[in-house]
């Protein structure tokens, strides 16, 4: 293959991409836009609550995010070829697995230490069911859409 082919291949080839991601990406944020609308409404809260609360939010979002991340490229990514690792391998990645929930459930600690003190009890508690409506709400909405399940 000449070398203008290949630059042209590569250059699709990085084109597909970027168009791929870049579709996505409007996606998460209109899915982080509804949660946040939807978290607003049913928290009902102040104007001076919500100055607080969305930072605080918003930063222990980015580190779950973070999380996530690491899972997938360190761990999950490694389970699919979990047949040819050797159970020292598996049993490696089942220790990081822990030490990094270890990790998020700190995070959740202190998440749930400062929210509280810019929003009652109630509401935090609110909140986390709030959070759960939202997943719940967004998956029968994109098995209806999909037709994965009742309707």
Not at 51 to 64: H, M, S, T
Not at 73 to 91: F, N
Not at 92 to 100: A, E, P, T
Request: proline share 2%; no cysteine; glycine share 2%.
């Amino acid at each position: 293959m000449s070398t203008n082919k290949k630059i042209a291949t590569l250059l699709v080839l990085l084109f597909t991409v970027t168009q791929t991601f870049s579709q996505r990406k409007p996606d998460g944020e209109k899915i982080k836009s509804l949660k946040v609308a939807y978290i607003t409404e049913r928290l009902d809260l102040t104007s001076t609550e919500a100055q607080a609360f969305w930072p605080i939010y918003n930063a222990y979002e980015e580190k779950l995010e973070e999380f996530r991340q690491q899972e997938r490229s360190q761990i999950y990514s490694k389970l699919r070829e979990m047949e040819s690792k050797s159970d020292s391998e598996i049993e490696k990645l089942l220790q990081n697995l822990v030490s990094l929930e270890k990790e998020k459930h700190i995070v959740r600690q202190q998440f749930l230490k400062d929210i509280r003190k810019v929003i009652s009890a109630k509401k935090t508690f609110l909140l986390l069911k709030t959070e759960n409506g939202f997943k719940r709400r967004l998956l029968k909405q994109y098995r209806q859409k999909h037709g994965d399940g009742p309707k």
